[in-house]
């Protein structure tokens, strides 16, 4: 049997007021011509001048199938909720146009098809601005509306399912024209993130954004979402869901189809378990491996001194603090905080149970509402989380380019501005140009924030950091002990009354239980080591020879030495090579990289022998990665 594909576009006055498209069999073509001229003749815009019906046959054998998104639905209550939603729901893909996307979204209306830009740069790439991309040539395996009634959820998820099937596309955002229709949509990750309240009642507003990954072939691209023909597959219970939010209501039944898309996407990871400590010969779930993915760096964890110090302090003062620190939460913590200080050359120190907390908390409490944060678009996802949460304007500045963060903040109108960038990106291992930054911080009368977890215990005289190796002085830097100083816990190196500030008013300080007494001696043991130096000086030779290995070059030199790959597949499958040869070095894939930037992150330690690093290169040339 010969299927078809049957068109319906209605206009007033040259301006499109309605449509819709299914495939069918010749026998269903003058029923649903019939029903595609009444929806055409009822709707809430208006009587049309113009009514465009077109039936084009179309070969079986070219018809492919994909499975529809799954449906979330979210709960902002106002238009300005939704808009902030979009953004932030793009920065967490790390999409880095996600500010001029949504933007676009509510400034750019009354186009007939859809606007294509650049995810890193938000350029609009259709080549037809006026017309946009229209997508074409779709439907449901088995269609929820058989008789052609507007059901705009099913119509909007069968439409952004065919979209997110196309290459290079990574998002999409809709606003529907309809001014008694408020719910839109964001397609991202295999998801449908349903939107109400994304404009107001009445509102002639209507917008289509798809987001393209950057070099995508925009002609192949086109040609997909307008003539290759495509079913979808809807969920078994869609197809005849009357209900009006197109969703499960149990949490489980959500869980498990967010799950599966999850799963779908290739996104999936599974725990590993030491069952040793994290030394350079470990045993993970039952297997022995040479381990190059810690980032225990100095390989201060297990000891004697660290050990022996935190057993002291759980025998004097057991193993909980028993509050927050403004409550019953504070004994040896206080004597630490000076210590950090001290060793790091600032005023004060403030203490928090993790690295994440502290730079949540620190720039929530930090960036008021008239202060403008101006974020590196490669920052970790502590500090992403931190710029969310507070209430202060966040313009994400692209990767390291302070020329472009200069002419931001020459342009910002902000009383107060606040930089914030890692000195270490926990990916890539690259280390900024701190003078470089400063400069640009100074000339434009901006705070400068430093995340230094990856630079503490490793760069610099006595593993002092990257501030102080670079002779750089920010306003704050935000250190961890979970890394090269092998405990855990976190702490803002600060003025003293920026420390008299967060100890007040930022919250993780104020509301989290205190870090327990064993953690804080043992971070107290872990500096003594650091003025010996002798470690830091083991792990700083290890690096040198690794990245000589490697053919890489870097001062100062990092951690973390990252091995691209590309292909998110092939990176998963060399990972699993070198586990085969004994050597464990996850990849790393997206989300925690853009698509297509997969690696795996080698990262060395001072416990590594050269017994250890010669078998590296053994098994990094058996897996043709050198």
Not at 4 to 10: A, P, T, V, W
Not at 199 to 223: M, Q
Not at 333 to 339: F, N
Not at 542 to 551: C, K, P, T
Request: with cysteine.
């Amino acid at each position: 049997m010969s299927t078809y594909s049957i068109r319906m576009r209605s206009s007033a006055d040259y301006c499109h007021i309605s449509g819709a498209e299914r495939l069918a069999p010749a026998t269903e073509l003058p029923q649903l011509a019939s029903a595609m001229t009444s929806r055409a003749l009822h709707h809430d815009k208006g009587r049309p001048d113009t009514i465009h019906i077109t039936v084009d046959k179309i070969e079986e054998s070219t018809i492919s199938t994909v499975p529809a998104l799954t449906p979330f639905l979210e709960s902002n209550s106002s238009p300005g909720d939704a808009r902030k939603l979009i953004a932030q729901r793009l920065h967490a893909a790390g999409i880095q146009a996600a500010d001029i996307a949504a933007e676009m979204a509510y400034s750019l209306t009354g186009l007939r098809g859809a606007a294509l830009i650049d995810s890193s740069s938000g350029e609009r790439l259709d080549p037809n601005p006026a017309r946009g991309v229209r997508v074409s040539t779709f439907d449901a395996i088995s269609h929820p509306s058989k008789d052609c009634a507007k059901d705009h959820f099913h119509e909007a998820l069968i439409l952004a399912s065919k979209v997110h099937s196309a290459p290079g596309i990574v998002a999409e955002i809709c606003l529907s024209d309809d001014p008694f229709y408020t719910r839109g949509y964001l397609a991202l990750d295999g998801f449908f993130h349903r939107i109400p309240n994304i404009k107001d009642h009445g509102s002639t507003l209507g917008t289509r954004i798809f987001i393209v990954e950057p070099d995508t072939d925009i002609p192949e691209l086109i040609d997909y979402l307008e003539n290759t023909p495509v079913y979808i597959e809807l969920p078994p219970d869609a197809s005849s869901s009357t209900d009006t939010t197109g969703l499960s209501s149990d949490l489980s039944a959500i869980a498990a189809q967010r799950n599966t898309a999850w799963a779908g996407a290739g996104l999936t990871r599974t725990l590993r378990t030491f069952e040793t400590a994290q030394l350079p010969h470990s045993r993970i779930d039952g297997a022995d491996y040479l381990l190059f993915s810690s980032s225990d760096y100095l390989g201060l964890s297990t000891h004697p001194e660290l050990v022996s110090a935190a057993t002291a302090a759980i025998g004097h003062f057991g193993t909980g603090s028993g509050g927050s620190r403004l409550t019953t939460g504070t004994s040896i913590h206080s004597a630490l905080e000076s210590e950090l200080a001290q060793f790091f050359g600032f005023d004060d120190a403030v203490l928090f149970a993790t690295g994440y907390q502290a730079n949540h908390s620190t720039i929530a409490a930090i960036a008021t509402a008239d202060v403008e944060i101006f974020s590196d678009a490669a920052n970790h996802a502590s500090i992403i989380d931190g710029c969310r949460n507070a209430r202060a304007k966040v313009t994400v500045f692209p990767h390291a380019d302070y020329q472009t963060l200069d002419r931001l903040l020459a342009t910002s109108s902000a009383r107060h501005k606040l930089v914030i960038s890692d000195s270490v990106f926990s990916m890539s291992g690259e280390v900024i140009d701190g003078p470089a930054l400063e400069r640009t911080c100074r000339r434009r009368n901006a705070w400068l924030m430093l995340d230094d977890a990856h630079g503490v215990g490793v760069i610099g005289e006595q593993g002092r950091g990257t501030a102080a190796h670079l002779d750089i002085r920010p306003d704050i830097v935000v250190g961890t002990a979970s890394k090269a100083l092998g405990v855990e816990g976190g702490y803002v190196l600060c003025s003293a009354p920026v420390g008299e500030l967060l100890r007040n008013q930022a919250r993780s300080f104020v509301y989290s239980t205190s870090m327990n007494p064993g953690s804080v001696a043992a971070i107290r043991a872990a500096l003594k080591q650091l003025e010996v130096g002798d470690v830091v000086k083991r792990l700083q030779r290890n690096i040198a020879r690794v990245l000589s290995l490697v053919g890489a070059q870097s001062d100062p030199a990092s951690a973390i030495i990252p091995l691209p790959v590309g292909d998110e597949t092939e990176a998963m499958d060399i990972s699993a090579q070198l586990a085969e040869l004994g050597v464990f070095i996850p990849a790393i894939r997206y989300p925690t990289v853009p698509r297509g930037e997969a690696m795996l992150r080698l990262t060395i330690t001072a416990l590594h022998t050269d017994a250890d690093i010669d078998q590296l290169e053994l098994a990094l040339r058996n897996t043709g990665l050198l």
